[in-house]
C-alpha cells in the first residue's frame, strides 16, 4: 500500500526513515520527562505555547516505539549546533533585518516576530481572559490602562477596549502611543493590583512596550468604521500621531495581501520609475506579483529598468515604497479602491 510520506534523508545509505514534525517530537519529549521536569518547562512558555504542546501531548499518548525513537533523533539533529547559534542571536537578527530592510520596515517586522522581553509581573496579564481584563481597564487608572494595553497582544487588546466608550478608548490609546517604557516604580504599583503574583525584582530595569506601531495594530484590529472614528479623535489630540499611526497601520509589505485588480489600480497612479525602485527593494513574490498586475511592456520596461540600475540607496528604495502607500491611502480615503484585512476591518 503506497502512502505519502515525509522522508528523512539517511547518512552512509542506511534505509530512510519517516521525519517527524517538531510539534509532535515536541510532545513526545515532554511526555518522556518527568513530571516536575515537564511543569517547568511549561512554566516558562507562553499561552499559545502551552495550548499547542498540550494538544500535541494528547495525540502523542498513542505515538509507538518508531515515533519516540524519530522524536529523539529529530531532538538530537536540531539541537546539535544550537550552542553556536543561539550565542548574540537576538542581537544579529535585529542587525541583519536593518541592514536588510532598513529602519521602518525591520521596525514593523520585528515587532511581531521578536519575542518580547516583559518583567514577570506583565507576563500574568497574558493569561487573564478577556473579560477580566476588560474588567481591569475599565477600572483602573487609565496610565495603568494604557500599560496593561500595550503588554497584551495587538488583537486582545482590540478585545478589551471593544466594550468600552470612545471616549475611554481615545484616551487609552493616546497613552498608549506615547509609552515608550515603563519604570520599575509602575512596575511594582501594577504588581500591587495584579493578585496572586509576588514581586522577585525591587530594581527591575525599564520594560520596552508601548508605542506607535502597538496601538496600529491594536486599531488595525478593531472594526472598519471604529478605527475610522478613534483615528479621527486622536488627531484632534494630537494630529502628527494620529497620522503616524496610520502610516503604522498600513506599510508596503502589505500591498501582497491585496487582489490583483486594487493593486493593479493603485500603480497606474504611481511614476513607473518609483514602481522600478520600489519593486528593488520588494520581496520576489510581492515584485512579481506587482509587475503582473501592469501591461506586459510596460512591465518589461520596469524589468529592464531595474537591470540597469545597479546599486541603489535604501532611502531612495524606501522613499518610493512611501509614495506607493500613499497613493494607496489616499485613493482608499476618496473611497476608489477599498483596502481591508479581516472582512472590513481597516488596514
Known sequence: MDEDLDIAESPLGAPA???????????????LLEDDDATAILQHLAPDEVKALGKGMFEASS???????????????????LSALAVGAPVRIREMMHKALGNVRAGNILSEIEPQSSAPSLDILRWMDVASISELVSSEHPQVA????????????AQAIAALDEPTQTDLLFRSANLSSISADAIEDLEAILINYT???????????GGRNEVARIVKNLPRPTAEKLLRALRKKDRLLADAIEEEMFVFDDLAA?????????????????????????????????????????????????????????????????????????????????????????V
Request: aromatic share 2%; glycine share 6%; charged share 25%.
Open 258 to 346: 491585496l487582489d490583483a485588480k486594487t493593486l493593479g489600480t493603485i500603480l497606474r497612479n504611481v511614476d513607473s520609475e518609483q514602481i522600478g525602485l520600489a519593486v528593488k527593494g520588494a520581496s520576489e513574490l510581492l515584485g512579481e506579483k506587482m509587475l503582473s498586475t501592469l501591461s506586459a511592456r510596460a512591465a518589461q520596461t520596469i524589468r529592464d529598468d531595474i537591470a540597469d540600475m545597479g546599486q541603489v540607496k535604501r532611502t531612495d528604495v524606501e522613499a518610493a515604497q512611501k509614495a506607493v502607500i500613499a497613493v494607496a491611502r489616499q485613493m482608499a480615503a476618496s473611497g476608489e479602491i477599498q483596502m481591508g484585512g479581516k472582512g472590513d476591518d481597516y
Open 146 to 157: 494604557a500599560v496593561i494595553l500595550s503588554v497584551l497582544t495587538p488583537e486582545v487588546s
Open 63 to 81: 505515538a509507538n516505539e518508531n515515533d519516540v525513537e524519530r522524536a529523539l533523533e529529530t531532538f538530537v539533529s536540531s539541537n546539535r549546533d
Open 17 to 31: 526513515v519517516p521525519s517527524i514534525s517538531g510539534e509532535l517530537s515536541a510532545a513526545i519529549l515532554m511526555m
Open 199 to 209: 514581586s522577585r525584582k525591587a530594581h527591575a530595569p525599564d520594560v520596552a512596550l
